[in-house]
């Protein structure tokens, strides 16, 4: 019976399992009377739907953390978003480490598959160097955030309280706050804005990219290459974030920004643009852009982050292979290169489910979702489009109607952002069966495609 279960429990259904177990968890712990501030009950679905968006790094929230939270609920959410940014693994790993265990194989396997890697070498190194980096950046963002805010607050506990959660949730792109407003009232204080910028692109870029930017550094080699996953990612996530901030600049110019300085505008454009990509912390009510702004900004969360980080969505390697697959088939080329290297046809095969995969669940989720809420006179189809797409690419962005949405929505929503947090692959990999050869193929024959 052992041997029967280490052959049904495979590391994707592990990891599941891992996750499921810690939403659930920390559900418990934020239920528990001590996380509630005074004269404040929680239902233990309220707490069940926060707890899967800390550890899923959503952000989507029927609560006000500030006003239902006590700080010792506040310090589980932030353990939660924790666990959930930097992976089971990772801290996994580093518990291991501190009381001296070896990472043996199946331990190794279980890293590579919750950071979204391919190979066993270097995985423990890799798992302490995130660990370490990741802390050291919120730290330093705690920092800066938190002495910063020592002239917007009554003392110096509280300045630092604020600035080591907004630093936080800033990298982890959990898209949680503990003011109640998110970051609406630093709207025209561009340092913090900077600040929170530069804390979510160290989140979303991608662990392995941060990882060799500081090999880069740190080894000074003139031999050392930057990988072909760095080339690629770094390329597609900033080139989508300067088209998201011009895509948001042009469609709101004459609607939300009319009458704005330059400068408001700008830092309103990129901001969106950065936070709608994963993190969903926001400098305005998301709900004052125009229908066609928040079509655009649904697709960014779509989008989402960059592989093995914090993030969600479809991820920019599936959209940069599936791009230059199309380009090359437009081409009459069969293979598809990019910065000098040819893209493994596995990897194409893996970029055409994650996308099918998510466009199919995304349609069936908006479909069910106004199914459940006919009727309802405070949703609206843009709102459930947007908030789908905020749930399944773990962002957080909202238009204020999380809260009035049935149980069975957000039971649905709850779905969508556990399935964002595993990863798509995991979860088909999880129900695949182990490969085994056929003795007999069938004869071949060609199919009219499009």
Same mark, same amino acid.
């Given at each position: 019976?052992?041997?029967?279960?280490?052959?049904?429990?495979?590391?994707?259904?592990?990891?599941?399992?891992?996750?499921?177990?810690?939403?659930?968890?920390?559900?418990?712990?934020?239920?528990?009377?001590?996380?509630?501030?005074?004269?404040?009950?929680?239902?233990?679905?309220?707490?069940?739907?926060?707890?899967?968006?800390?550890?899923?790094?959503?952000?989507?929230?029927?609560?006000?953390?500030?006003?239902?939270?006590?700080?010792?609920?506040?310090?589980?959410?932030?353990?939660?978003?924790?666990?959930?940014?930097?992976?089971?693994?990772?801290?996994?790993? #580093? +518990?291991?480490?501190? $009381?001296?265990?070896?990472?043996?194989?199946?331990?190794?396997?279980?890293?590579?598959?919750?950071?979204?890697?391919?190979?066993?070498?270097?995985?423990?190194?890799?798992?302490?160097?995130?660990?370490?980096?990741?802390?050291?950046?919120?730290?330093?963002?705690?920092?800066?955030?938190?002495?910063?805010?020592?002239?917007? #607050?009554?003392?110096?506990?509280?300045?630092?309280?604020?600035?080591?959660?907004?630093?936080?949730?800033? $990298?982890?792109?959990?898209? $949680?706050?503990?003011?109640?407003?998110?970051?609406?009232?630093?709207?025209?204080?561009?340092?913090?804005?900077?600040?929170?910028?530069?804390?979510?692109?160290?989140?979303?870029?991608?662990?392995?990219?941060?990882?060799?930017?500081?090999?880069?550094?740190?080894?000074?080699?003139?031999?050392?290459?930057?990988?072909?996953?760095?080339?690629?990612?770094?390329?597609?996530?900033?080139?989508?974030?300067?088209?998201?901030?011009?895509?948001?600049?042009?469609?709101?110019?004459?609607?939300?920004?009319?009458?704005?300085?330059?400068?408001?505008?700008?830092?309103?454009?990129? #901001?969106?643009?950065?936070?709608?990509?994963?993190?969903?912390?926001?400098?305005?009510?998301?709900?004052?852009?125009?229908?066609?702004?928040?079509?655009?900004?649904?697709?960014?969360?779509?989008?989402?982050?960059?592989?093995?980080?914090?993030?969600?969505?479809?991820?920019?390697?599936?959209?940069?292979?599936?791009?230059?697959?199309?380009?090359?088939?437009?081409?009459?080329?069969?293979?598809?290169?990019?910065?000098?290297?040819?893209?493994?046809?596995?990897?194409?095969?893996?970029?055409?489910?994650?996308?099918?995969?998510?466009?199919?669940?995304? #349609?069936?989720?908006?479909?069910?979702?106004?199914?459940?809420?006919?009727?309802?006179?405070?949703?609206?189809?843009?709102?459930?489009?947007?908030?789908?797409?905020?749930?399944?690419?773990?962002?957080?962005?909202?238009?204020? +109607?999380?809260?009035?949405?049935?149980?069975?929505?957000?039971?649905?929503?709850?779905?969508?952002?556990?399935?964002?947090?595993?990863?798509?692959?995991?979860?088909?990999?999880?129900?695949?069966?182990?490969?085994?050869?056929?003795?007999?193929?069938?004869?071949?024959?060609?199919?009219?495609?499009?």
């Amino acid at each position: 019976m052992k041997k029967g279960l280490e052959r049904f429990m495979t590391p994707f259904r592990i990891i599941i399992s891992v996750y499921i177990l810690s939403m659930f968890l920390f559900s418990f712990l934020l239920w528990l009377p001590f996380s509630h501030q005074d004269g404040i009950e929680m239902s233990y679905m309220e707490s069940l739907f926060t707890s899967v968006s800390a550890v899923s790094v959503t952000g989507l929230s029927v609560i006000d953390v500030s006003e239902s939270l006590s700080y010792t609920g506040v310090v589980f959410l932030a353990l939660a978003m924790q666990v959930g940014g930097i992976g089971i693994m990772s801290l996994g790993t #580093f +518990v291991w480490m501190l $009381f001296g265990r070896k990472i043996n194989l199946s331990q190794r396997l279980l890293i590579m598959v919750d950071q979204n890697q391919y190979q066993f070498s270097g995985m423990v190194k890799l798992m302490r160097g995130i660990l370490l980096l990741a802390l050291a950046i919120e730290l330093v963002g705690a920092l800066i955030l938190g002495t910063y805010y020592l002239q917007h #607050f009554d003392t110096a506990a509280e300045a630092y309280y604020q600035g080591s959660f907004a630093a936080l949730s800033a $990298f982890t792109n959990a898209g $949680f706050d503990v003011t109640g407003q998110s970051l609406i009232p630093f709207a025209n204080d561009y340092y913090v804005q900077f600040i929170v910028l530069l804390l979510i692109f160290a989140g979303a870029i991608g662990f392995p990219v941060l990882m060799e930017v500081r090999e880069y550094f740190t080894t000074k080699s003139s031999y050392f290459k930057f990988s072909l996953f760095t080339k690629v990612t770094v390329t597609t996530y900033f080139l989508i974030f300067v088209i998201g901030a011009a895509g948001i600049w042009v469609l709101e110019r004459g609607m939300f920004f009319e009458g704005m300085a330059w400068h408001e505008q700008f830092f309103y454009s990129i #901001f969106n643009s950065a936070t709608a990509r994963s993190a969903g912390l926001t400098t305005m009510e998301t709900s004052s852009f125009s229908l066609p702004t928040l079509l655009f900004i649904s697709l960014l969360m779509i989008i989402g982050a960059s592989p093995s980080s914090v993030g969600g969505g479809i991820r920019t390697t599936t959209l940069a292979v599936m791009f230059l697959s199309i380009r090359s088939f437009a081409l009459g080329k069969s293979d598809v290169k990019v910065f000098g290297r040819e893209i493994h046809p596995e990897d194409k095969q893996k970029a055409f489910m994650v996308l099918s995969f998510f466009m199919f669940g995304l #349609f069936l989720a908006v479909t069910l979702i106004t199914a459940f809420e006919q009727g309802n006179p405070r949703v609206e189809l843009i709102d459930i489009i947007f908030e789908t797409s905020s749930a399944f690419g773990t962002t957080g962005l909202t238009t204020g +109607v999380t809260s009035s949405l049935s149980r069975p929505s957000l039971f649905l929503l709850m779905l969508l952002m556990f399935i964002g947090r595993v990863g798509i692959l995991v979860l088909l990999f999880s129900v695949k069966r182990k490969e085994t050869k056929s003795s007999f193929r069938y004869p071949t024959e060609r199919m009219i495609i499009g």
